[in-house]
């Protein structure tokens, strides 16, 4: 099971960057997908969630009308378009594959990207 991040960087304020994260080893449509962030010294906070299918996405009320969570099951890939990037926006993101079966849940990391926004 791999999920790799990539497309993260140093981008001035209000600049946009598009993360991606690529599964392999797993039934990806299977999985709801989801963006945590971490800052330095700060705790993983959810970003952006998305279900298997698609069909709903959910934002962190930080990142809600900036940022856009979507995914292509044909490719086993979810994205993180962050537009009107913030100082604040700084921290590694990484995604997460989550699949609820009964009372057990399946979960798998990516390693991240350090996204950083400064002038």
């Known amino acids: 099971v791999q999920l790799v991040e990539s497309g993260g960087g140093l981008v001035q304020p209000g600049g946009s960057l598009r993360l991606s994260c690529a599964a392999s080893?797993?039934?990806?449509?299977?999985?709801?997908m989801s963006w945590y962030r971490q800052a330095p010294g700060q705790e993983r906070d959810l970003v952006a969630s998305i279900t298997s299918a698609g069909g709903t996405t959910n934002y962190a009320d930080s990142v809600k009308g900036r940022f856009t969570n979507s995914r292509d099951n044909a490719k086993n890939t979810v994205y993180l378009q962050m537009n009107s990037l913030k100082p604040e926006d700084t921290a590694v993101y990484c995604c997460?594959?989550?699949?609820?079966?009964?009372?057990?849940?399946?979960?798998?990391w990516g390693q991240g990207t350090q996204v950083t926004v400064s002038s």
């Open positions: 080893g797993f039934t990806f449509s299977r999985y709801d």
């Open positions: 997460n594959a989550l699949r609820r079966l009964g009372g057990s849940r399946i979960n798998y």
